[in-house]
């Protein structure tokens, strides 16, 4: 079975500055997606980016950015110029393309605080 | 605006009683989901559904039932025979069920 680990349960990072979240995964197929997902303290978990394993292509969305080694089987955000309101829980999730009705495995998640 | 409403956003219930979350979504979405969140914990699946009147369970689906009766709806009854329900629960649906999932605001369900 596929695993998600998020080694950082606590992060904090100054307003405009750069911070990363970290994340491995296990999994032993060559087809998947991969997610970061943020919830904000309203607890509604909002869509940040998404990265399928075929493309060698970071995925960027504004100031976020993963960086996806496949080979190692990471997959860091990158998040620029922090704002408050990046204040947030981050989960970094798995999805299997080639198990059919494998649903997301979801890690335990990263709460990151913005200093002002 | 297309999205996905849960209701209540708050729920308390006794000990004993069956409970019902509401979960609908406007996107035409085929697929959708129920997790479980609990403090310092990521998601948990309870239940999925890939189309109308289908349905599987997750990894916690124990004291939980849902029906599909509907695209746009997906309710999910907390019954008596769980024996910690007090949780986040968080609802999701996806174009298709290997696409991109999106989620409700949830509902906290607390046991008195």
């Known amino acids: 079975a596929q695993t998600v680990t998020q080694s950082q349960p606590e992060m904090s990072v100054q307003e405009a500055e750069t911070v990363t979240l970290s994340c491995t995964y296990d999994t032993s197929e060559s087809d998947y997606y991969l997610f970061w997902y943020k919830q904000p303290p309203s607890r509604q978990m909002i869509l940040v980016i998404r990265?399928?394993?075929?493309?060698?292509q970071n995925a960027t969305e504004n100031r976020f950015s993963v960086n996806f080694q496949k080979a190692a089987k990471s997959f860091s955000l990158k998040i620029s110029d922090s704002q408050l309101g990046d204040a947030a829980m981050y989960f970094c999730?798995?999805?299997?393309?080639?198990?059919?009705?494998?649903?997301?495995?979801f890690g335990k998640g990263t709460r990151l605080s913005v200093i002002a | 605006d297309g999205g996905i409403t849960q209701s209540p956003k708050y729920l308390f219930r006794k000990e004993g009683q069956n409970v019902t979350l509401s979960c609908e979504q406007n996107l035409n979405h085929d697929a959708m989901y129920w997790y479980r969140q609990d403090p310092g914990q990521g998601l948990r699946l309870i239940y999925y559904s890939q189309i109308v009147n289908d349905f599987q369970k997750g990894d916690i689906a124990e004291g939980y039932s849902v029906s599909r009766e509907k695209k746009e709806s997906f309710p999910l009854t907390v019954t008596s025979a769980q024996k910690n329900p007090t949780a986040f629960y968080l609802c999701?649906?996806?174009?298709?069920?290997?696409?991109?999932?999106?989620f409700g605001p949830g509902t906290r369900l607390t046991v008195l």
């Open positions: 999701a649906s996806s174009i298709v069920f290997a696409d991109t999932q999106y």
């Open positions: 990265q399928e394993a075929y493309k060698q």
């Open positions: 999730a798995y999805r299997s393309l080639t198990s059919g009705n494998t649903p997301l495995v």
